[in-house]
């Protein structure tokens, strides 16, 4: 069974041999992949993008703790579930977490169900706020891309032949706001 271990740390004067180490006396023949990045999201880091791409059926990812892997329940539950897809697993070294026992996999699905509880939970709160907000005259919402006069420029210039995209370019808006405009005017 192949071992990938993951370590990462936030700054630069971070040393990471602490999670290395951790990982190596667990597994000596881990091949070790080592990042300096913010752990605030998943995304730009390009060494857990590598294992996650490589990662096959009956190999495991180990890591010294949870939070060097992900600091919220979402992004853990995605790396999860993708490693699952794959037919692998996750060791979490620290709380003694393994994703291929079943008691592992059910406490990992235990974070999970309390992930999505706390989520619509954060939703309400924050549609509560924007009902009150609204009742109060304060919260009208997002400033509109384009302005009247800019919506009424899209029209005629729809009108006299150009098409969705050159009007996107010219605005620098997305064809999506293009086609709202142009759905708009339909509709009145």
Same mark, same amino acid.
């Given at each position: 069974?192949?071992?990938?271990g993951?370590?990462?740390?936030?700054?630069?004067?971070?040393?990471?041999?602490?999670?290395?180490d951790?990982?190596?006396?667990?597994?000596?023949?881990?091949?070790?992949?080592?990042?300096?990045?913010?752990?605030?999201?998943?995304?730009?880091?390009?060494? /857990?993008?590598?294992?996650?791409?490589? &990662? =096959?059926?009956?190999?495991?990812?180990?890591?010294?703790? %949870?939070?060097? *892997?992900?600091?919220?329940?979402?992004?853990?539950?995605?790396?999860?579930?993708?490693?699952?897809?794959?037919?692998?697993? /996750?060791?979490?070294?620290?709380?003694? &977490? =393994?994703?291929?026992?079943?008691?592992?996999?059910?406490? %990992?699905?235990m *974070?999970?169900?309390?992930?999505?509880?706390?989520?619509?939970?954060?939703?309400?709160?924050?549609?509560?706020?924007?009902q009150?907000?609204?009742?109060?005259?304060?919260?009208?919402?997002?400033?509109?891309?384009?302005?009247?006069?800019?919506?009424?420029?899209?029209l005629?210039?729809?009108?006299?032949?150009?098409?969705?995209?050159?009007?996107?370019?010219?605005?620098?808006?997305?064809?999506?706001?293009?086609y709202?405009?142009?759905?708009?005017?339909?509709?009145?």
């Amino acid at each position: 069974m192949k071992i990938y271990g993951y370590c990462r740390v936030s700054t630069l004067d971070q040393n990471p041999t602490m999670q290395q180490d951790g990982i190596l006396n667990r597994y000596p023949d881990a091949k070790i992949l080592t990042e300096k990045k913010s752990g605030t999201t998943t995304k730009g880091r390009e060494k /857990l993008d590598t294992i996650l791409n490589i &990662i =096959d059926q009956g190999e495991k990812l180990v890591v010294w703790k %949870l939070d060097r *892997l992900a600091r919220n329940m979402m992004d853990l539950l995605k790396i999860v579930e993708l490693l699952k897809d794959r037919g692998a697993s /996750l060791e979490i070294l620290d709380q003694a &977490i =393994d994703t291929s026992t079943a008691s592992g996999t059910a406490f %990992l699905q235990m *974070l999970g169900v309390f992930a999505e509880f706390e989520t619509n939970l954060r939703r309400e709160r924050q549609m509560a706020g924007i009902q009150k907000a609204k009742a109060k005259g304060v919260y009208t919402g997002r400033k509109p891309s384009l302005t009247s006069d800019q919506c009424r420029e899209i029209l005629q210039k729809r009108n006299q032949g150009m098409n969705p995209t050159q009007l996107a370019r010219e605005y620098a808006v997305s064809r999506a706001t293009i086609y709202n405009v142009l759905k708009k005017e339909v509709t009145t």
